[in-house]
């Protein structure tokens, strides 16, 4: 049992570490950056404010993605193995 255990950890760990954040973090990053490039270095007022609202969309759609993984990984395990992992937890208090 504490082998299925560490396996539901490990797999748990692996989805993860299987993510998509570290690109969504660069683009919103260089899309903040194009932003005040946008904004205050062109003059450009209107497209610096365009271009500042992609960062909370693209981490949106990264966090929404990454849930699915999660949501996938965790149907893969089976309810019986979860409902387990969650009655351990529970009884060890």
Known sequence: ME??????????????EEST?????????ASVAL???QFFGRGNKMQGLFVGLWPPTILAFASYFNQKRMEQ??????????RESIEQMLSSR
């Open 3 to 16: 082998s299925q255990q560490k396996m539901g950890d490990r797999s748990t760990m692996e989805a993860a």
């Open 21 to 29: 954040t570290d690109l969504a973090i660069v683009a919103s990053a």
């Open 35 to 37: 932003s005040w490039y």
């Open 73 to 82: 990984k965790l149907q893969s395990l089976g309810p019986s193995r979860i």
